[in-house]
């Protein structure tokens, strides 16, 4: 198995977004510079395996 996959959280189907998160792929990113926009939410269960693994990721 790819290291990336170990930090791979799936979005569920049905959002409005669909793909998945790379977690070991953070960067920083300056919103208004980029013009970004939030396009919608994750649900609060991604958000935590998503937090699990950036804690391990990092050592925390």
Same mark, same amino acid.
């Given at each position: 198995?790819?290291?990336?996959?170990?930090?791979?959280?799936?979005?569920?189907?049905?959002?409005?977004?669909?793909?998945?998160?790379?977690?070991?792929?953070?960067? $920083? %990113?300056?919103? =208004? /510079?980029?013009?970004? $926009? %939030?396009?919608? =939410? /994750?649900?609060?269960?991604?958000?935590?395996?998503?937090?699990?693994?950036?804690a391990?990721?990092?050592?925390?």
């Amino acid at each position: 198995m790819r290291q990336t996959a170990l930090f791979k959280v799936a979005l569920p189907e049905g959002l409005e977004i669909g793909g998945a998160i790379l977690v070991d792929q953070v960067k $920083s %990113i300056d919103r =208004r /510079a980029r013009q970004l $926009s %939030i396009a919608g =939410r /994750a649900p609060a269960a991604v958000t935590a395996e998503v937090t699990a693994k950036l804690a391990a990721l990092l050592g925390l």
